[in-house]
């Protein structure tokens, strides 16, 4: 049994310390969205945070996580109201859809740490995320626009 803080909430988990984050999140906790892709830490699709820094839960251990603070997608914010979530929504940026949570999350690190990003930063940050639909367009339009709004929340 391990012990898991999951969205500020903590969770034991009879889990292998060896098994992957994701799945322990998926099947044991039971918060879906996070998803999983590739399993080998290429797509993206399984991103959460682990101490504010964007990690690949398919390949991040169990034992890793324990004692440490993890936020999922569901996490992100009480009522899907962080900025990403609000420009993601605006601006219709999912197709299938599969890909979204990982990409808002690893969007979120890069506007917590680059509040203010160029071209380049966004493609250099997200360059880690797969979208098999295409929507990297509206993706970095979207993050342009979440960084609007995160300035905007920022002045007031």
Request: net charge neutral; charged share 20%.
């Amino acid at each position: 049994m391990v012990s898991l803080n999951v969205n500020q909430k903590v969770y034991q988990v009879d889990a292998d310390p060896d098994m992957p984050l994701l799945w322990a999140i998926r099947d044991f906790i039971g918060l879906t969205g996070t998803k999983f892709g590739c399993g080998v830490a290429q797509c993206g699709a399984c991103t959460v945070h682990l101490n504010g820094e964007a990690v690949r839960s398919c390949v991040t251990k169990v034992g890793r996580a324990v004692g440490q603070q993890v936020v999922t997608i569901e996490g992100l914010s009480v009522n899907n109201s962080h900025p990403l979530q609000l420009a993601w929504n605006e601006l219709s940026v999912p197709q299938c859809g599969y890909c979204q949570s990982g990409q808002i999350m690893s969007a979120a690190v890069l506007l917590r740490e680059n509040p203010k990003p160029t071209e380049q930063d966004i493609d250099d940050a997200m360059s880690g995320n797969i979208c098999r639909c295409g929507t990297y367009q509206r993706i970095r339009a979207a993050i342009y626009k979440a960084a609007e709004l995160q300035q905007k929340e920022a002045k007031s």
